[in-house]
């Protein structure tokens, strides 16, 4: 019983957390599913009557579709999450398990990278790709991002120098070299800090907005977060079809929360973000 009443207090501010977070969201739905009428007449809480998916349908079939953006931006994590795993596997593995001259230091100053702004380097970056010729194209949105970052480096070095060393000596024994050490013992070990890579690479770059705005104009590599920033600047007016939009946008990412969602708690275990 003592427990029990030490325990009210948490589970309450737990649950007005949760209400503060869930709130909005929930009255995004809310509003995506009445007219542009109900939504003008009725107070803003008031449930849809009748419930209405004309705009999801404008937004999917209509003329309004967000169906380009949401292929572009599926196209985008798929070639990022891609390049990004391997080229991070591949550095963490050399600075975790390969000697070689000034790989501590390397390391180190590679990791130092994490403490420069994002918008530090937004117009270095934008240049020597439009030196490049790259503006406003597929390979403009996903090169910067492609090739490892310093964050999933670092957590994979980290976990590569926490297997024994005795299995890889086992394997070299057998005759593995570096490539089969990497692919039939060290990955199969890395399977947990994979997933939550997994999760956090595709996570990022579905919301990322800030860098595809920058190197993109007009609607033929529009992402999808964009897509739905210049919807709501083009029908401020009409907030149920911007409400949808929004919803539309995050649906995907929901769905993988319920698909992974012990991925997604283990991850906060191993990255400490509490």
């Known amino acids: 019983m003592k427990i029990l009443r030490r325990a009210v207090p948490t589970y309450l501010a737990l649950g007005l957390g949760a209400l503060v977070i869930l709130a909005p969201y929930l009255m995004s739905v809310q509003t995506s599913v009445k007219t542009p009428r109900q939504f003008a007449q009725q107070p803003p809480l008031a449930a849809p009557d009748p419930v209405t998916a004309a705009n ?8 309004h579709t967000l169906i380009p953006p949401l292929v572009i931006t599926v196209q985008v994590v798929l070639v990022v999450v891609l390049g990004q795993l ?8 050399a600075f975790a398990r390969l000697d070689f001259p000034g ?8 990791l ?3 403490m420069v702004p994002v918008v530090a380097v937004l117009v ?5 790709l439009s030196e490049a010729g790259l503006v406003n194209t597929f390979w403009g949105i996903v090169l910067p991002a492609m ?43 890395s399977r947990p800090i994979l997933a939550t890579l997994l999760i956090i690479t595709v996570v990022t770059h579905w919301n990322d907005f800030l860098w595809p705005l920058v190197i993109t104009s007009g609607q033929r590599w529009q992402v999808l977060t964009v897509a739905v920033a210049g919807l709501q600047s083009q029908y401020s007016g009409n907030w149920t079809l911007v409400m949808a939009a929004t919803t539309l946008a995050t649906m995907p990412l929901l769905v993988i929360f319920v698909l992974f969602q012990k991925h997604i708690v283990r991850s906060i275990t ?3 973000m509490r």
């Open 56 to 63: 999801y349908a404008e937004l999917v079939i209509g003329g």
């Open 86 to 93: 391997t080229c991070s596997v591949l550095a963490a593995y």
């Open 103 to 110: 790989r501590d230091a390397l390391f180190w100053v590679y």
């Open 112 to 114: 130092a990278t994490l």
């Open 124 to 128: 270095p970056r934008f240049v020597l």
């Open 147 to 189: 090739f490892g970052s310093p964050y999933a480096i670092f957590l994979l070095r980290q976990f590569f120098r926490a297997i024994p060393q005795e299995l890889l000596d086992a394997a070299r024994i057998d005759g593995a070299g570096h490539r089969r050490v990497l692919r039939h013992v060290i990955l199969p070990l």
């Open 270 to 272: 191993i990255t400490g």
